[in-house]
T-cell receptor, first 111, second 115 residues
Framework: SQQGEEDPQALSIQEGENATMNCSYK?????LQWYRQNSGRGLVHLIL?????REKHSGRLRVTLDTSKKSSSLLITASRAADTASYFC???????????FGTGTRLQVFP | DSGVTQTPKHLITATGQRVTLRCSPR?????VYWYQQSLDQGLQFLIH???????AKGNILERFSAQQFPDLHSELNLSSLELGDSALYFC??????????????FGPGTRLTVL
């Protein structure tokens, strides 16, 4: 399957802790994006990292990409209850004509 | 607010019926995408239109069809509905011609329930 596989499927942490979620894939990619989805709502784009980049930051988000291992990780530092959501990686490649979404990680942050 | 609007928010209908979902992209965006999200299948890409023309097709059933109009809004038509079609249907838009570089902006979704 071309789909990204995310790990863990679900994660529960306390406010203030860091949350790390991983995305592994099998195809070659040109970029990888991360999206957040609050329950039953539309997805919101968080960050895009290109295949020639290894790390990218945006606020409390840090994304890494290891193309040799075909994996990416999303780190949310100092998490807040408002970070409670599902997080999806999405694979972008010139070899396909569509964005391929991963299976998602459900993050629950307890106050 | 992403700037993408979808109507209706909720739709409840019976098996065998036909429904139309509507999407208005962000101002200036030329691409519209349709996705289906269900608990067992995850987020599935259905179809992509760019400036009125079909650009890419995903796992779209033959009972489903879509189009993008000259004003760039799009409609997704679902016919001969089955129980398994119950899902959240999302529309997204982007400024350019599509993946891999485009950021997609998602609408709030239409929740379809088929009874």
């Amino acid at each position: 399957s071309q789909q990204g596989e995310e790990d863990p499927q679900a994660l529960s942490i306390q406010e203030g802790e860091n949350a790390t979620m991983n995305c592994s894939y099998k195809t070659s990619i040109n970029n990888l994006q991360w999206y957040r989805q609050n329950s039953g709502r539309g997805l919101v784009h968080l960050i895009l990292i290109r295949s020639n980049e290894r790390e990218k930051h945006s606020g409390r988000l840090r994304v890494t990409l290891d193309t040799s291992k075909k994996s990416s990780s999303l780190l949310i530092t100092a998490s807040r209850a408002a970070d409670t959501a599902s997080y999806f990686c999405a694979l972008g490649s010139y070899n396909t004509d569509k964005l391929i979404f991963g299976t998602g990680t459900r993050l629950q942050v307890f106050p | 607010d992403s700037g993408v609007t979808q109507t209706p928010k909720h739709l409840i209908t019976a098996t065998g019926q036909r429904v139309t979902l509507r999407c208005s992209p962000r101002s200036g965006d030329l691409s519209v995408y349709w996705y289906q999200q269900s608990l067992d299948q995850g987020l599935q890409f259905l179809i992509h239109y760019y400036n009125g023309e079909e650009r890419a097709k995903g796992n779209i059933l033959e009972r489903f069809s879509a189009q993008q109009f000259p004003d760039l809004h799009s409609e997704l038509n679902l016919s001969s509905l089955e129980l398994g079609d119950s899902a959240l249907y999302f529309c997204a838009s982007s400024a350019g011609g599509g993946p891999p570089g485009d950021t997609q902006y998602f609408g709030p979704g239409t929740r379809l329930t088929v009874l």
